[in-house]
T-cell receptor, first 112, second 112 residues
Framework: NAGVMQNPRHLVRRRGQEARLRCSPM?????VYWYRQLPEEGLKFMVY????????ESGMPKERFSAEFPKEGPSILRIQQVVRGDSAAYFC??????????FGSGTRLTVV | DAKTTQPTSMDCAEGRAANLPCNHS???????VYWYRQIHSQGPQYIIH???NNETNEMASLIITEDRKSSTLILPHATLRDTAVYYC?????????????FGAGTTVTVRA
């Protein structure tokens, strides 16, 4: 009965490279949420997805960031041409409805 | 924007009860009070939630005032592993209120 699985746990990218963060929701959960936590700050909502649909991406930066949750496989948060300001912890959560969230352990992205 | 106000930090002696206050004076009738905690370098962990009645589970108790403008999370017998940042979050139960608004939380340090 695995929880929300995120990988990699740590990711180092040089400026200008692409970062791909993966999230496998809990079994039976069809709602996926991505949050970003900058150093010394609380978590900020980024995007809410259901299978093959982006429901709400109001928290996503307008450029370079995209997310998907395909019919098969994990949800992917993709950051193109990373910059130092993208360094943060990215957390994924899943739920079977719109409350009762289970969070993963996060991916810590460091841009050098 | 966080709808809650919490103290920045508090200390607690191991084995004693920890009482964490939260003010949510603008809470509306259909909004729940949720508590999560984040242990260092991990994802947020759900603790408990409630609407108007007091709630208790294996982790904690939640006391909500009659006017629902404030609440207290009680950890009955704090252990060193309870050291974490505790977030009080107000969120509705309908399908349009899925964004969790994490403020700065209360940093709880349990001391031996």
């Amino acid at each position: 009965n695995a929880g929300v699985m995120q990988n990699p746990r740590h990711l180092v990218r040089r400026r200008g490279q692409e970062a791909r963060l993966r999230c496998s929701p809990m079994k039976g959960h069809s709602h996926v949420y991505w949050y970003r936590q900058l150093p010394e700050e609380g978590l900020k909502f980024m995007v809410y997805l259901q299978k093959e649909n982006i429901i709400d991406e109001s928290g996503m930066p307008k450029e370079r960031f995209s997310a998907e949750f395909p019919k098969e496989g994990p949800s992917i948060l993709r950051i193109q041409q990373v910059v130092r300001g993208d360094s943060a912890a990215y957390f994924c959560a899943s739920s079977s409805n719109n409350y009762g969230y289970t969070f993963g352990s996060g991916t810590r992205l460091t841009v050098v | 924007d966080a709808k809650t106000t919490q103290p920045t930090s508090m200390d607690c002696a191991e084995g004693r009860a920890a009482n964490l206050p939260c003010n949510h004076s603008t809470i509306s009738g259909n909004e729940y009070v949720y508590w999560y905690r984040q242990i260092h370098s991990q994802g947020p962990q759900y603790i408990i939630h409630g609407l108007k009645n007091n709630e208790t589970n294996e982790m904690a108790s939640l006391i909500i005032t009659e006017d629902r403008k404030s609440s207290t999370l009680i950890l009955p017998h704090a252990t060193l592993r309870d050291t974490a940042v505790y977030y009080c979050i107000v969120s509705g139960a309908d399908n349009n209120d899925y964004k969790l608004s994490f403020g700065a939380g209360t940093t709880v340090t349990v001391r031996a």
